[in-house]
């Protein structure tokens, strides 16, 4: 009967688990893709304050070609 407990994810721990791949996401689709991965609607605002908080030697971003969005990913 040993069942753990598992904590919810914080707000950093989604935007890392979805910025890790290879891919570039702007905060709209970082923010969609928390809902569909983890159903917890997470504002662009917030997002963008947690991607902040990370170190900058694993951030990377980008303007979107086309377009004046910008995209974010991390790099180990």
């Known amino acids: 009967m040993n069942n753990p407990i ?3 994810l914080t707000q950093k721990e ?3 688990r979805i910025l ?3 891919r570039f996401l702007t905060l709209y689709e970082i923010q969609q893709q928390c809902f569909d991965q983890f ?3 997470d504002s662009e605002t917030a997002l ?3 991607w902040r ?3 900058v030697s ?4 980008r303007r979107r070609d086309k377009c004046s969005a910008w995209e974010y990913r991390l790099v180990a």
């Open 39 to 41: 159903g917890v609607h």
């Open 14 to 16: 989604r935007l890392c």
């Open 53 to 55: 908080e990370l170190p």
């Open 20 to 22: 890790s791949g290879n």
């Open 48 to 50: 963008s304050a947690r």
């Open 6 to 8: 598992r904590k919810p």
């Open 58 to 61: 694993v951030r990377q971003k």
